[in-house]
């Protein structure tokens, strides 16, 4: 019994492969210009669970795969950030994103991930 809940704990934690197939700058959803953010990527309990902090600010990015709460489940995103186990707290790296939602001051804006380098896991 204490190795099945451990194991189903992990596969919380762990990210499955998402969306190299699916295009993200070229994305009919997009909004506007893509950018590049250095932030640190952090996966856990919420919608979209896949976030991004740009560093020195008070902003938070929700990696999706569209506009809306449905997409949040299967973000859009390079493998090298998909690498979330329990140990690790975070990725450091520079981010090339693309808005899904605008900007708008006090909402997380919805992105999809074109890029991710300069990568250092923080455990």
């Keep these: 019994m204490g190795m099945k809940l451990l194991f189903a704990g992990i596969l919380l934690f762990a990210v499955p492969v998402f969306g ?9 959803k997009v ?3 893509c950018y590049i953010v250095h932030g ?22 929700g990696v999706t795969a569209g506009p809306i ?16 186990t329990p140990d690790v707290e975070g990725i450091f790296g520079d981010f090339e994103v693309c808005p899904f939602t605008p900007e708008r001051k006090g909402h997380m804006q919805m992105v999809c991930v074109e ?9």
């Design 20 to 28: 190299q197939s699916r295009q993200c700058k070229s994305n009919p």
């Design 31 to 33: 909004v506007g210009a």
């Design 69 to 84: 709460a449905d997409d949040a489940d299967d973000p859009i995103a390079p493998n090298e950030m998909l690498i979330f």
């Design 40 to 61: 640190r990527a952090t996966f856990g309990p919420g919608t979209p669970a896949l976030r991004i902090w740009p560093v020195g600010t008070k902003r938070m990015l």
């Design 115 to 123: 890029s991710a380098k300069n990568i250092v896991v923080k455990h």
